[in-house]
């Protein structure tokens, strides 16, 4: 498998219940993909910040079944901040009162959980596949390789899926014409710790109307110690203008429209993280695409839409066709 986010995490968890040895590789320092806690040194100690998604819905019994177990096992906690969406006017309406959950201590903490079975590699990027069906190799960017493995799970955002495919010699056309049906917008990130506590009156906030499109307050959140430290999401569209602006830049912008909206005070520490694939702009709709042989899957939250909770949905598909396609192959021989 390629990929260790929540979908990745979710195929290695169907494919082990169905029996099958699963190894996952990331080409990140650890698992998580975008469910990620940024540890920051600050001038006035470590901070961690929840910096990509902020917190997960269940509407689906099968996520929630998962989010219960990971909060049984220590894994996930309900976030009961004070939730509200704010106009440009001001006007402040309470969230929904759906509940809204975290990893704990990080956010990475729940896809730790579901590969707790798995073997996992970080630190590999993958660039291609050779060979063929029932013998795939996995080649790395370092030029090393593993395999052969009887099927391969492709969980990443579908640029990246398209690139490592397009690079490989077997014929992909339709995985490839597939993943560019989607896209995943831009979000720029800004994350600020502050010398003394703020609350403005809300824990998280949607907004409306200015170029930010979420603040939270990240010591709201549960397990969540160490300093005032506060999360700010750019729009889409004002990402996507802007993503390659100096990062100070973008923190500036950002940090002074919650100054003057919110009185948000001038961070002790600042730093923007550029997510070049944050949300599912527009998905395919159907969980996973399999190649012709059935043996290279592809999934993802791009494929349902842009919550966790569609990766996990992806994920577990996929993982439950290909045993189910290595389980018939298996039957034949
Ligand atoms: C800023 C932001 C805010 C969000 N807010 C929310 C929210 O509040 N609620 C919510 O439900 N969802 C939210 N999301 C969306 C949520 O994070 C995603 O839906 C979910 O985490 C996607 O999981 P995934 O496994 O599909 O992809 P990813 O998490 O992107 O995982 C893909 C993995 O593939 C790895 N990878 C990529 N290329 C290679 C390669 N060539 N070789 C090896 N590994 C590779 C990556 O390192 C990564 O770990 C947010 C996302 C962002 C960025």
Redesign the pocket.
């Known amino acids: 498998m390629?990929?260790?986010?929540?979908?990745?995490?979710a195929c290695a968890r169907a494919l082990g219940e169905a029996g099958v040895d699963v190894r996952v590789?990331?080409?990140?320092r650890g698992?998580?993909?975008?469910?990620s806690t940024r540890r920051a040194d600050t001038p006035i100690g470590e901070a961690r910040l929840d910096?990509?998604?902020?917190?997960?819905?269940a509407r689906g019994a099968g996520f929630r079944a998962f989010l219960e177990e990971a909060r049984a096992a220590g894994a996930a906690q309900p976030w009961t901040g004070r939730l509200v969406s704010i106009d440009r006017g001001g006007n402040i309406l309470p969230l929904s009162e759906e509940a809204r959950w975290v990893g704990a201590p990080a956010m990475n903490a729940l896809v730790r959980f579901s590969l707790a079975d798995a073997a996992l590699e970080c630190g590999?990027?993958?660039?291609r596949l050779e060979g063929g069906p029932g013998a795939w190799t996995v080649r790395?960017e370092d030029g090393s390789g593993e395999g052969p493995f009887a099927a391969v799970a492709l969980?990443?955002?579908p640029e990246?899926?398209v690139?490592?495919l397009a690079r490989t010699d077997a014929d992909f056309s339709g995985l490839i014409v597939d993943a560019r049906g989607a896209l995943l917008a831009p979000?720029l990130?800004v994350m600020a710790v502050l010398g003394a506590p703020f609350d403005p009156g809300f824990d998280g906030a949607k907004l409306h109307g200015g170029s930010l499109a979420?603040m939270a307050r990240n010591g709201s959140k549960p397990g969540r110690t160490g300093p005032e430290a506060w999360v700010l999401?750019a729009r889409h569209d004002w990402s996507r203008i802007h993503l390659e602006d100096d990062p100070e830049r973008v923190a500036r912008a950002l940090l002074e429209e919650a100054w003057v909206r919110f009185g948000l005070p001038k961070p002790v520490w600042a730093e923007t993280h550029r997510?070049r694939?944050?949300?599912?702009e527009a998905a395919p709709g159907t969980p996973f695409a399999l190649d012709d042989s059935g043996t290279v899957g592809a999934?993802?939250?791009?494929r349902l839409g842009?919550?966790?909770?569609?990766?996990w949905d992806?994920?577990h598909a996929l993982g439950r066709a290909l045993a189910e396609g290595l389980a018939a192959i298996s039957l034949r021989a």
């Open positions: 390629i990929g260790a986010g929540l979908s990745g995490a590789f990331d080409k990140g698992p998580g993909g975008r469910l910096h990509g998604a902020q917190y997960l819905t590999r990027r993958a660039t790395f969980t990443l955002p990246q899926l690139d490592l979000c990130a979420w999401h997510w694939y944050a949300l599912a999934g993802g939250d791009w842009g919550r966790a909770e569609c990766a992806s994920g």
